[in-house]
């Protein structure tokens, strides 16, 4: 019974991360045709629809999961009820071990025995059988060796930043992102007045279109897992190898969030401080009118096209606790929440979503963006597996392309202590 909940919970999360990840891949991908004021095109189409078919797969396996796990913990319950309801009838009047409170207790019940009272003689008798105790360490043959629980590992494979910004599909090596460097120019008719300005010259300014290059980049790592591991590491479904496959698949998470947060961190807007002594804590209003300021510039570069985000690292999460404590003057989040604390959405500042990622340089207080200050591409390779038969081994790999992009970095804005 245990085995087959501990598999039964393992493919429950394993079907719920890939959920989120088909969820994530297909709300960037709208926010991205969104933010280019496009319809789908019909590779997109077809995307869609495969994550949508996907998604819908993995809602039926889950809820037989489910089902499942139900009914084994109902007849697992009911299990530990007859086993006790059968160690209590075995036991002795009401369950309990025989106990005398004292002497005088004692010798009644020897008095009643000699009087003929049965019941009087087999508490005696219990009291005073000489039981041989035994022990786990008598009878290690047949003690098993339990596994409880999943594999724990302290390995946190969100990327907040990537899954905000929706990763785009990368289906070449090198691609061309094509982007405005000079816009077309119109003013007034004329510069001598209403009087004047018939038959003169309108402005003229070309348009130019320059583009920008984007390189796949593989990310990937592999183990060589032996026949026997796989073979003798538990129940069946080669828990060794899930547990590998498991543990790249998170580094590769890890890898390409970082990836991510180093673009991101090569914005160049003019660095905006925040107001006051450089200390743990800043006033609220500092803090807003700093945020406030990063915000105009990332504005004055992308006119508002895209979401605006705000980033920072785990350790500077702290700088913004004046914002909800101890009153909250930011009613319109829900303030900080400790016991979700790591990577992902805490919290949300005037409306902006900070975005909380470990792949940030620690003191990262705040980088003001936008979804179209940096992009990322990405095609998941996943596994990959080879059988060595002269070593009885098998080679399992994980991988994928992922590319960041940096747009404009003087589109994004850091927010730093007063110095």
């Given at each position: 019974m245990p085995a087959v909940s501990q598999a039964n919970d393992a493919m429950i999360r394993r079907l719920e991360k890939e959920l989120e990840e088909r969820n994530a891949f297909a709300q960037g991908l709208i926010a991205s045709v969104e933010d280019s004021n496009r319809d789908l095109n019909e590779t997109e189409k077809a995307q869609l629809l495969g994550v949508r078919d996907r998604m819908g797969s993995i809602q039926d396996q889950l809820t037989s999961l489910e089902a499942t796990a139900e009914i084994a913990a109902n007849v697992h319950a009911r299990a530990r009820q007859l086993d006790g309801a059968i160690s209590a009838a075995r036991a002795f009047g009401t369950g309990k071990a025989v106990e005398y409170r004292s002497a005088g207790g004692y010798l009644g019940d020897v008095w009643q025995m000699m009087s003929g009272n049965r019941e009087a003689g087999e508490r005696l008798e219990i009291f005073q059988r000489a039981a041989s105790h035994q022990k786990t360490?008598?009878?290690?043959?047949?003690?098993?060796?339990?596994?409880?629980?999943?594999?724990?590992?302290?390995?946190?494979?969100?990327?907040?930043?990537?899954?905000?910004?929706?990763?785009q599909p990368l289906t070449h090596g090198t691609w061309y992102r094509p982007k405005v460097t000079q816009h077309t120019s119109v003013g007034v008719q004329g510069s001598a007045g209403a009087a004047a300005d018939e038959k003169t010259e309108l402005l003229s300014q070309k348009m130019t279109i320059t583009r920008l290059t984007g390189t796949a980049k593989t990310y990937g790592g592999y183990v060589n897992v032996s026949r026997q591991d796989i073979d003798f590491s538990g129940a069946p479904g080669a828990?060794?190898?899930?547990?590998?496959?498991?543990?790249?698949?998170?580094?590769?998470?890890?890898?390409?969030?970082?990836?991510?947060?180093?673009?991101?961190?090569?914005?160049?807007?003019?660095?905006?401080?925040?107001?006051?002594v450089n200390t743990a804590a800043h006033s609220a209003a500092d803090l807003i009118t700093a945020l406030f300021s990063a915000l105009a510039t990332v504005y004055s570069v992308t006119k508002g096209v895209g979401r605006y985000y705000m980033a920072c690292s785990p350790d500077s999460v702290s700088k913004w606790a004046p914002l909800f404590a101890p009153v909250n003057v930011n009613p319109s989040a829900p303030g900080v929440n400790a016991p979700t604390f790591g990577n992902g959405m805490q919290l949300t500042v005037a409306g902006i979503p900070l975005l909380v990622s470990a792949g940030l340089t620690a003191g990262t207080i705040g980088v003001v963006a936008s979804t179209q200050t940096v992009e990322c591409f990405e095609q998941r390779i996943g596994t990959l597996s080879i059988t060595e038969p002269s070593v009885l081994g098998v080679q399992v790999a994980y991988a994928g392309y992922f590319t960041p992009l940096v747009v404009d970095a003087t589109a994004g804005v850091k927010i730093i202590d007063a110095t």
């Open positions: 360490t008598d009878t290690l043959g047949i003690v098993p060796d339990p596994i409880v629980g999943p594999v724990i590992s302290f390995i946190d494979a969100s990327r907040p930043i990537t899954s905000f910004i929706g990763p828990p060794a190898m899930d547990a590998v496959i498991n543990d790249l698949a998170a580094n590769y998470a890890v890898q390409t969030e970082a990836a991510m947060a180093t673009a991101l961190l090569t914005v160049s807007g003019t660095p905006v401080e925040i107001a006051g």
